[in-house]
């Protein structure tokens, strides 16, 4: 019984490979006789056609890049916004561990920007007298 079965699976592989050349060779026949012939002469007596057929090609390859380039963009950005996104998260922790819930956040944030600005005056007066005295 299995014999019979691999001669059947072998006949029928063999006649789909037969049907498949056949095609195939049909096609190529098809194409050399009346399809490269006529596209040949459309071209060669209507250069504006060859122009607007390159246009077209170049216009699919452009799109087609920037697709691929829109994407990559598009992850870049996204990848970017969770970055800042888990930056947000770990500073609110940070600030929640070493400040308190408590604290008035105008008020730390204010005396902070104002500590800021008092060394960053003291830091420009120093190197002011340091550059007069010279």
Same mark, same amino acid.
């Given at each position: 019984?299995? $014999?019979? +079965?691999?001669? *059947?699976?072998?006949?029928? !592989?063999?006649?789909?490979?037969?049907?498949?050349?056949?095609?195939?060779?049909? =096609?190529?026949?098809?194409?050399? $006789?009346?399809? %490269?012939?006529?596209?040949?002469?459309?071209?060669?007596?209507h250069?504006? +056609?060859?122009?607007? %057929?390159?246009?077209?090609?170049?216009?699919?390859?452009?799109?087609?890049?920037?697709?691929? &380039?829109?994407?990559?963009?598009?992850?870049?950005?996204?990848? %970017?916004?969770?970055?800042?996104? *888990?930056?947000? %998260?770990?500073? =609110? &922790? +940070?600030?929640?561990?070493? +400040? @308190?819930?408590?604290e008035?956040?105008?008020?730390?944030?204010?005396? =902070? *920007? $104002?500590?800021?600005?008092? !060394? @960053?005056? $003291?830091?420009?007066?120093? &190197?002011? @007298?340091?550059?007069?005295?010279?």
């Open positions: 019984m299995s $014999q019979d +079965v691999r001669v *059947m699976l072998d006949y029928a !592989k063999s006649i789909a490979v037969s049907l498949l050349s056949k095609a195939y060779i049909q =096609g190529y026949v098809l194409t050399e $006789q009346y399809i %490269l012939p006529t596209l040949r002469s459309l071209l060669s007596n250069p504006d +056609v060859a122009s607007l %057929l390159l246009l077209l090609i170049t216009l699919y390859v452009s799109l087609l890049v920037l697709n691929t &380039a829109s994407r990559w963009m598009y992850s870049i950005i996204m990848s %970017l916004v969770r970055l800042f996104f *888990m930056a947000a %998260l770990v500073l =609110g &922790a +940070v600030w929640v561990v070493k +400040v @308190g819930r408590g008035d956040i105008v008020k730390t944030v204010g005396g =902070g *920007m $104002q500590w800021t600005m008092d !060394k @960053g005056r $003291q830091y420009a007066w120093a &190197a002011a @007298g340091q550059v007069l005295h010279r």
